[in-house]
């Protein structure tokens, strides 16, 4: 069934997971602050928006409201993750799912109503340290 996301913050993890999604068949909405990294998004979303995800207004002239799901993907700027969290939260969306940058950021995102926060490269990390010792690993 296609589903609709967007995607706030379009680094590396962001940008990667609006191009799977998008290669899903799903209705994608790609935003950054960035012209230039919205651009490289071009292709690879079903709408792109130059927009700061802080901005509460802005977000809701976006139409924000009306996706089941939103990623933010902003990495290093901690506060403007945290704002763009609670904007969100406050808007009602059932599934707000955010990169943490680290632990206490972590803490911060579940008390303001994250529904699942995470960390790409220390999951990834124990993902693949799973892997290898698992018995699917042939052993040479
Ligand atoms: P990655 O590891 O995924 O590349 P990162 O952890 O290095 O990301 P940044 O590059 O700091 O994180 O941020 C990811 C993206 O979020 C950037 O493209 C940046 O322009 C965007 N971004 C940062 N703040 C905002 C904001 N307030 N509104 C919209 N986009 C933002």
């Known amino acids: 069934m296609k589903k609709q996301f967007a995607i706030i913050g379009l680094g590396r993890f962001g940008s990667s997971v609006c191009k799977e999604l998008h290669r899903m068949n799903h209705d994608v ?3 950054d602050k960035d012209k230039h990294k919205v651009n ?6 079903t709408h792109t928006m130059v927009a700061d995800g ?3 207004t802005v977000m809701s002239k976006a139409g924000i ?18 704002l763009c969290t609670l904007i969100l939260k406050d808007f009602d969306i059932k599934q707000v799912w955010v990169k ?12 303001i ?4 926060v995470f960390h790409p490269e220390s ?14 690993v042939i052993d040479y």
């Open 113 to 116: 109503g994250a529904d699942k």
């Open 29 to 31: 909405l790609a935003i």
């Open 65 to 82: 409201r009306n996706f089941d799901h939103v990623i933010v993907a902003i990495g290093e700027d901690i506060q403007a993750s945290i």
């Open 40 to 45: 490289e998004l071009k292709n690879h979303a």
């Open 54 to 56: 802080t901005d509460e």
């Open 100 to 111: 943490a940058q680290n632990d206490h950021h972590h803490k911060v995102l579940e008390k």
């Open 123 to 136: 999951d990834m990390g124990e993902r693949i340290a799973e892997f290898l010792t698992s018995e699917k």
